[in-house]
């Protein structure tokens, strides 16, 4: 099982990021996609989630409106485009799986995660 992020960096605040997230050796169609971030000295946060491509997906209070999860069953891909970010958005971002495809912010329930990419907002 692989879950690979990429496409953090450093952006100013107000502008975007769009992360990824490559998904290999399990069903992914079968699995509910979790981005969670963890900035530091901070307890890690269920930033969005996304169970199947026709449910709603669910928010963070701190990232609706900003945020959009999707997810791409043909590429075992899910994405989190991040649009007008701000500072506090500053985090290591995880994708991680959950099966049965149910959302739940509670990240220890979660099976496999990824090694997490680098969102730094600094102007």
């Known amino acids: 099982v692989q879950l690979v992020e990429s496409g953090g960096g450093l952006v100013q605040p107000g502008g975007s990021l769009r992360l990824s997230c490559a998904a290999s050796g399990f069903t992914f169609s079968n699995y509910a996609m979790n981005w969670v971030r963890q900035a530091p000295g901070k307890n890690r946060e269920a930033v969005s989630c996304?169970?199947?491509?026709?449910?709603?997906?669910y928010y963070a209070d701190s990232v609706r409106g900003r945020f959009t999860i999707s997810r791409d069953i043909a590429e075992n891909t899910v994405y989190l485009q991040m649009d007008r970010l701000k500072f506090e958005d500053t985090a290591v971002y995880y994708c991680?799986?959950?099966?049965?495809?149910?959302?739940?912010?509670?990240?220890?329930?979660?099976?496999?995660w990824g090694q997490g990419t680098q969102v730094t907002v600094s102007s």
């Open positions: 991680a799986a959950l099966k049965p495809p149910l959302c739940t912010a509670n990240a220890a329930m979660y099976d496999f």
């Open positions: 996304i169970a199947t491509s026709q449910g709603a997906p």
